[in-house]
């Protein structure tokens, strides 16, 4: 099946700071990036989505100046925490589509904490 | 409305019992997708089954199976003969027209050996 990565799979930050998380879909063309939250004992909270080449569309609540997300190629998208802080503190998952298919492919999810 | 209802927050079973995880959705479209994930400890999801709404045929894969009924709007998911291994949060999931992942809130299963 078709794999997804992400970097770096965890991460400690200093309150304030800014953390960038990248999702590379390895072995197929991502036309559409998802990016999940999930704090502890919780469900997946879809943050945004992205389409290659335009602006990512965010979920109603989620801060679009804090959660900069950005979808440049067909294989990689970033998401960029910025002055975090404790409560942002979670496990970020991103998932790939190609087109529109039905099928979402996960990746392994980047633990972060703010200290 | 889109929403997944898994009622079952967490279930304890003893080694090689069945168990079954309930799975109640919402929607109004007439075309969607339910899905099946199971995340272990590590945290990365599973990915264990799709099926669309006009595909109501019931699936076995092993040791798991799956009950599509549209009547009640639930797509049950069993384990036969559990297992340690089977041990993990297990998702609900549903995608509609509006082409977004909807997941329940998950059931935590853990096998006792």
């Known amino acids: 099946g078709a794999v997804v990565s992400q970097h770096p799979s965890w991460v400690i930050c200093k309150s304030g700071t800014s953390v960038k998380i990248e999702c590379r879909s390895l072995d197929f063309q991502a036309t559409t990036m998802f990016w999940y939250r999930q704090f502890p004992k919780q469900s997946l909270m879809l943050m945004a989505t992205?389409?290659?080449?335009?602006?990512?569309?965010?979920e109603q609540g989620v801060e679009k100046d804090k959660f900069l997300i950005n979808h440049a190629s067909l294989t990689l998208s970033t998401l960029t925490v910025t002055s975090a802080h404790p409560e942002d503190s979670s496990f970020y998952i991103c998932?790939?589509?190609?087109?529109?298919?039905?099928?979402?492919?996960f990746g392994p999810g980047t633990r972060l904490t703010v200290l | 409305a889109q929403k997944v209802t898994q009622a079952q927050t967490e279930i304890s079973v003893v080694e090689k019992e069945d168990v079954t995880l309930d799975c109640v959705y919402e929607t109004r479209d007439t075309t969607y997708y339910l899905f099946w994930y199971k995340q272990p400890p590590s945290g990365e999801l599973v990915f264990l089954i799709r099926r669309n709404s006009f595909d109501e045929q019931n699936e076995i894969s092993g040791r798991y199976s799956w009950n599509f009924q549209k009547s009640t709007s639930s797509f049950n998911f069993t384990i036969t003969a559990s297992q340690v291994v089977d041990s993990a949060v297990y998702f609900c999931a549903l995608k509609t027209s509006y082409d977004k992942v909807i997941f329940g809130p998950g059931t935590s299963l853990s096998v006792i050996p």
């Open positions: 998932s790939a589509r190609w087109r529109r298919r039905h099928e979402q492919f």
């Open positions: 992205s389409n290659e080449g335009s602006k990512a569309t965010y």
